[in-house]
T-cell receptor, first 110, second 115 residues
Framework: GENVEQHPSTLSVQEGDSAVIKCTYS??????FPWYKQELGKGPQLIIDIRSNVGEKKDQRIAVTLNKTAKHFSLHITETQPEDSAVYFCAAPSVRGLSFGAGTTVTVRA | DTEVTQTPKHLVMGMTNKKSLKCEQH?????MYWYKQKAKKPPELMFV???????INESVPSRFSPECPNSSLLNLHLHALQPEDSALYLC??????????????FGQGTRLTVV
């Protein structure tokens, strides 16, 4: 099955700086990679996703890049704001549903 | 509308109680899921319904019993739970079958405490 590894586990950034979270996956047949943001006491919210036919996708301050050869994908958050503080999960599909990374706790310092 | 609605938001139950968690979506999605999430961990898959039929059961104890009355509703019936079952229970849905190559949307979860 799919195995997703996510780094770092925690990330503290100064407000206005950029944050980058990296994930690797094992199944070369995987072709869809979503990112979820989970705030305290809430369910995971889909914030951006990418399919294997593109290398990069951007939505305002967030972007995702995909390197299929290396089997890794990354989330980039620019001009971080306090409301970006949350746990972020990457994921990849498997026959048994989404396989999640372990999560990254992002803290944006004011 | 990408909303998945879960009720109740919070539930405290004794080990001898019977309760049910409910989930509803009106996006026309044909796959629905139950996940369990412990603190500081990613969601863990419990059950998958595809076209209202149970397609995946991740070796979940029988004290958890899922039900899909129709394409918009998903229930999780709870009976004789243990304190270690305390967790956030998440419902999700996606358009297609359970390989989840399409967007999956999660509800806000039910915070379950077993006493």
């Amino acid at each position: 099955g799919e195995n997703v590894e996510q780094h770092p586990s925690t990330l503290s950034v100064q407000e206005g700086d950029s944050a980058v979270i990296k994930c690797t996956y094992s199944d070369s047949a995987s072709n869809y990679f979503p990112w979820y943001k989970q705030e305290l006491g809430k369910g995971p919210q889909l914030i951006i996703d990418i399919r294997s036919n593109v290398g990069e996708k951007k939505d305002q301050r967030i972007a995702v890049t995909l390197n299929k050869t290396a089997k890794h994908f990354s989330l980039h958050i620019t001009e971080t704001q306090p409301e970006d503080s949350a746990v972020y999960f990457c994921a990849a599909p498997s026959v048994r549903g989404l396989s999640f990374g372990a999560g990254t706790t992002v803290t944006v310092r004011a | 509308d990408t909303e998945v609605t879960q009720t109740p938001k919070h539930l405290v139950m004794g080990m001898t109680n019977k309760k049910s968690l409910k989930c509803e979506q009106h996006m026309g999605h044909r796959a629905m899921y139950w996940y369990k999430q412990k603190a500081k961990k990613p969601p863990e898959l419990m059950f998958v319904y595809s076209y209202e039929k149970l397609s995946i059961n991740e070796s979940v104890p029988s004290r958890f019993s899922p039900e899909c009355p129709n394409s918009s509703l998903l229930n999780l019936h709870l009976h004789a739970l243990q304190p270690e079952d305390s967790a956030l229970y998440l419902c999700a849905s996606s358009q297609g079958p359970s390989n989840m190559n399409t967007e999956a949307f999660f509800g806000q979860g039910t915070r379950l405490t077993v006493v």
